[in-house]
């Protein structure tokens, strides 16, 4: 036995920081979570103890937080109505198909008894963490780092357990206001955004249909704010970091459009993008969670969602799937001072805003609607504020410029059309008014000279009311400015008026309205050789009021006396005059006699 060697006892796997199994209670979790999907007391007793981050399983997460929102949104709770909810977000495999619900419901504790669980919970968690920070420790003795180091995270961790384990209010003591401080704040001089559209922290809405290029606009806008460029006319300010997230553009669409506007890789700024991110619904706690770290990793000051409803996971129509994702992603963005914009699409009544539920604009600060009216000029006009800070609307002019097949680097432009182009106070801000029929047709570039037809075309093409009256007098008026000596009626007027636009077409889109030889604009051909002309009006057969007599019908036979109408069965006969003005009856005066 003397030469048999002899092993040095080594410590049990059990032992060993970095091999020991994790601590967890799936028993306690599993009633715990089977008896909050009964009673919404029984959530709120477990949510005084424990957070979803103290539950071990995914699949007991995703309930906990399924749970919560129901709640929050007044819903009834029972299994199968959870299962229902999860079901709308197609996340029914993190439940295995929907069984461990079942399974959870069929073994399930008094309401009363929640609470007693979740401490159980919340104590194996805490020792899930002191195991955590063990294997930081270790790990870090075994790269070799000093004593001071291994004190600091030490520290950092108890820091952490003592904020997460007291009731000390401190960080929700922070949202008192401070009167003093508060009140010597002036709000009237707050520096908006590039663009005037909102303000540091504010949430918008920008609205418009599948034709409108509100990507486009919004895609340039965000790359101007990042790089401290001008947009709309406004003053350079420093860079804005903005981060866009975009689930409905292809990264091909995309590239075309930046190289467009001049972007390049060196120039993007502050702008990060992420394309199709794999972020969880923002109508949920997770996505919530997931588009913050996001931003705050981006260190944006402003998010984009392009499009808004390609972000959620409930119904489009309900106003809960809304009140959600204001509760889970909009309020943690506006209590961090981060702005937000979503972009979203007409209904199919464009007059009552974007579709689905009205409580889509009822927590944001301004509601947008983008319009195309045709030529390259939009509309971008504000329907609905909270502050009422900035302009309400604007009139903007698309450019865009060619090489051939692609289109030119920095040739895409977005610019705010000034007032020679087209007034925006008085009368001629208002749709309906002769004033705003002139004023559109002269931003349009519509000829003075254009008649009835060409004027009401072009009004129809850009949805512009006017009343036939209304557009008579506007034309009148129109061409009335061309015998006027002194005035320039022609299209140069103004340096705006001259550039490209593009209405129907722009980058990352497919043409589907080319520029033919002879368009004023895209879209419109002018009056030409064989252009059949406008009919004339046919005078009123009642005269015009002040005396003027019946206008005669060429056709019918005239008396040569008095040279009016005769009676046609007279006529028949072979007389050509009246009667009463024939010599040879009497009637008639005789000549006056000769000299």
Same mark, same amino acid.
């Not at 069929?106 to 159980?120: L, N, Y």
């Not at 922070?174 to 909102?198: E, I, K, M, N, Y």
């Not at 409580?359 to 609905?384: F, M, P, Y």
């Given at each position: #036995? ?6 040095? *006892? ?77 079901? %709308?977000? %197609? ?21 009363? #008894? ?19 920070? /063990? ?17 600091? #995270? ?5 820091? !952490? ?22 009140? /010597? ?14 303000? &540091? ?66 120039? #993007? ?78 209904? %199919?009544?464009? !007059? ?7 409580? %889509? ?85 519509? +000829? ?119 009676? +046609? ?20 005066? *005789? &000549?006056?006699?000769?000299?």
């Amino acid at each position: #036995m003397e030469h048999v060697r002899h092993r040095t *006892p080594h410590a049990p796997a059990d032992e060993d920081p970095l091999t020991r199994p994790t601590p967890r209670d799936v028993e306690a979790e599993a009633l715990m979570t089977g008896v909050i999907m009964f009673s919404a007391q029984a959530y709120a007793d477990c949510a005084e103890i424990i957070t979803r981050d103290d539950i071990y399983l995914p699949a007991h997460q995703l309930i906990w937080d399924t749970v919560g929102g129901m709640i929050a949104s007044g819903r009834d709770l029972h299994p199968v109505t959870v299962k229902a909810e999860i079901g %709308k977000t %197609k996340r029914l495999r993190g439940v295995d198909g929907g069984r461990l619900i079942d399974a959870l419901s069929r073994e399930t504790i008094t309401a009363s #008894m929640a609470g007693a669980f979740a401490e159980q919970v919340a104590n194996t968690a805490r020792l899930r963490r002191h195991q955590e920070h /063990a294997t930081r420790v270790h790990a870090a003795v075994l790269r070799g780092e000093q004593a001071d180091v291994l004190d600091q #995270m030490h520290a950092e961790f108890q820091r !952490t357990e003592t904020a997460r384990t007291t009731a000390d209010p401190g960080h929700l003591t922070t949202a008192l206001l401070d009167w003093p401080s508060f009140f /010597a704040t002036d709000f009237d001089t707050v520096q908006l955004l590039p663009g005037r559209l909102l303000a &540091p922290g504010q949430q918008i809405t920008l609205i418009g249909d599948g034709k409108a290029g509100k990507s486009l606009f919004t895609q340039e806008w965000c790359w101007r704010m990042a790089t401290g460029q001008s947009f709309l006319g406004d003053k350079p300010q420093d860079p804005i970091p903005v981060l866009y997230v975009d689930a409905e553009n292809g990264q091909e669409q995309i590239q075309e459009r930046f190289r467009s506007y001049g972007a390049g890789p060196e120039t #993007m700024g502050l702008l990060r993008y992420a394309s199709f991110p794999h972020i969880r619904p923002l109508d949920t706690a997770a996505g919530g969670a997931d588009l913050l770290a996001l931003a705050q990793t981006a260190g944006a000051q402003v998010v984009v969602l392009d499009t808004v409803s390609r972000f959620i996971s409930g119904e489009e129509n309900s106003s809960d799937t809304w009140l959600a994702l204001y509760r889970h992603t909009l309020l943690p963005l506006k209590r961090a001072g981060i702005a937000s914009v979503r972009l979203d699409h007409f209904g %199919k009544d464009s !007059t009552r805003g974007g579709r689905g539920s009205s409580a %889509k604009t009822q927590d944001v600060d301004h509601v947008w609607e983008l319009s195309g009216q045709g030529g390259g000029t939009l509309v971008l006009k504000r329907t609905h504020t909270r502050t009422g800070i900035g302009a309400d609307h604007f009139t903007i002019l698309r450019r865009a410029l060619r090489d051939g097949d692609a289109w030119r680097a920095g040739g895409t432009q977005h610019v705010l059309m000034t007032w020679e182009d087209e007034p925006t106070s008085g009368l001629a801000a208002v749709p309906g008014t002769v004033e705003h029929i002139v004023a559109s047709l002269d931003a349009a570039g519509i +000829p003075d000279g254009a008649g009835n037809r060409v004027v009401r075309q072009a009004l129809a093409e850009r949805q512009i009311p006017g009343g036939s009256d209304k557009i008579a007098e506007a034309v009148r008026r129109r061409k009335a400015r061309t015998e006027m000596p002194g005035i320039d009626v022609s299209g140069n007027r103004s340096a705006d008026r001259s550039g490209p636009r593009f209405p129907e077409t722009f980058p990352g889109t497919h043409p589907g309205t080319e520029e033919t030889p002879g368009q004023t604009f895209p879209g419109n051909v002018p009056e030409r050789s064989g252009t059949p002309p406008v009919p004339t009006v046919p005078p009123s057969k009642r005269g015009n009021g002040r005396g003027t007599p019946e206008q005669v019908h060429p056709e019918k036979p005239l008396c040569t006396v008095c040279e009016t109408t005769l009676d +046609p069965d007279w006529a028949s006969r072979g007389h050509d005059t009246h009667i009463g003005c024939d010599p040879t009856t009497g009637s008639y005066p *005789p &000549p006056e006699p000769g000299p």
